[in-house]
């Protein structure tokens, strides 16, 4: 068995940054030893909640989304943008802006690198247990593309099927989906607590 190689970086050059995302190019040290070029973008990060009711509904919302210039499916997600703010803090606050709910059990369902090959982003999605409504004024002002998201409550099972008749391509929604239905048939004995995402 032949030793991996290192990839060592010689250089690493910033061409962009916002408040979401920088990115970079590195000339990377290559196995055999030829130097290539690779840009990559280096995320804030963000959490998902797979919210599911007493029903076994999924909270599911659509989201217009400019890169792909469609409506997606996708669950309340954000971006882990708040200085020293716990991730599962993060995805309560998400799901309250988004859909207006609160949850009383929160457990860490699985973490996705939706896109390694061009992206570092981790998402970590919760499962969130013991849905209860945020109450009218208590509730977030959204703006942009947030303020035409609709609240949509779909069977477990059915939402599956969305993801696997290709009607579900966000990769977080689709991972959530069923990651989910797999948590529930084995009696939600694979989560983890939601304070052990990293």
């Known amino acids: 068995m032949s030793a991996r190689a290192t990839y060592e970086v010689l250089s690493h050059t910033e061409r962009l940054r916002n408040k979401v995302f920088a990115i970079f190019t590195d000339d990377v040290v290559m196995p055999g030893g030829d130097t290539a070029k690779r840009d990559y973008m280096v995320h804030v990060g963000a959490v998902g909640v797979v919210a599911v009711d007493d029903d076994g509904r999924v909270a599911l919302v659509r989201q217009y989304r400019p890169a792909v210039r469609q409506v ?85 099972d059915a939402a599956v099927g969305m993801a696997l008749s290709g009607e579900i391509t966000n990769a977080a929604c689709l991972v959530g989906v069923l990651g989910a239905a797999h948590a529930r048939d084995r009696g939600w004995k694979t989560l983890r607590p939601a304070a052990s995402a990293t």
Do not use: Q, Y
């Open 72 to 156: 997606l499916w996708e669950l309340p997600a954000g971006l882990v943008d708040v200085e020293g703010e716990p991730l599962v803090d993060a995805a309560a606050r998400e799901l309250a802006e988004e859909v207006d709910l609160t949850a009383a059990t929160w457990d860490l369902l699985t973490e996705v690198h939706p896109s390694p090959g061009c992206s570092n982003e981790k998402i970590r999605l919760f499962l969130a247990r013991d849905i209860a409504p945020v109450p009218d004024g208590d509730r977030h002002a959204r703006t942009h593309e947030e303020a035409e998201m609709e609240l949509h409550w779909i069977d477990l």
